[in-house]
């Protein structure tokens, strides 16, 4: 594979591709939702995102929540425009390694 071939290194490690795989249908999902269906800590979620956050990929947003009686606020987390090109690129990658294993 070459340079330009999609193959992308920060998104292939398993949680972050299936971060990755929940965030792209949609346009954010709730850190508790994303906690709740990978089934991690809040800690191991948390840096697997600030990883995805310093290289562009992913938005973390706190806000106050109107649906909430008390000051807790929610953290809701998003592919960025780059991030979204990086998973398709990826996935793309990944279908061209499969397709050439003649299974």
């Known amino acids: 594979m070459d340079a330009d071939d999609g193959f992308d290194e920060q998104i292939h490690a398993p949680t972050r591709l299936r971060i990755c ?3 792209r ?3 954010a999902a709730e850190f508790s939702a994303l906690r709740s269906t990978l089934g991690l800590t809040e800690a191991n979620l948390s840096k697997t ?3 995805l956050t ?4 992913v938005r ?7 649906t909430r009686g008390d000051q807790r606020r929610t953290t809701t987390v998003a592919l960025t425009s780059q991030g979204r090109l990086a998973f398709d690129r990826h ?5 061209r390694i499969a397709g050439g294993l003649g299974g």
């Open 21 to 23: 795989g929940l965030l």
């Open 25 to 27: 249908p949609v346009d």
């Open 49 to 51: 995102l600030r990883s």
């Open 54 to 57: 310093d290289i562009g990929y």
């Open 60 to 66: 973390v947003t706190k806000a106050s929540s109107a």
């Open 91 to 95: 996935v793309a990658a990944l279908r």
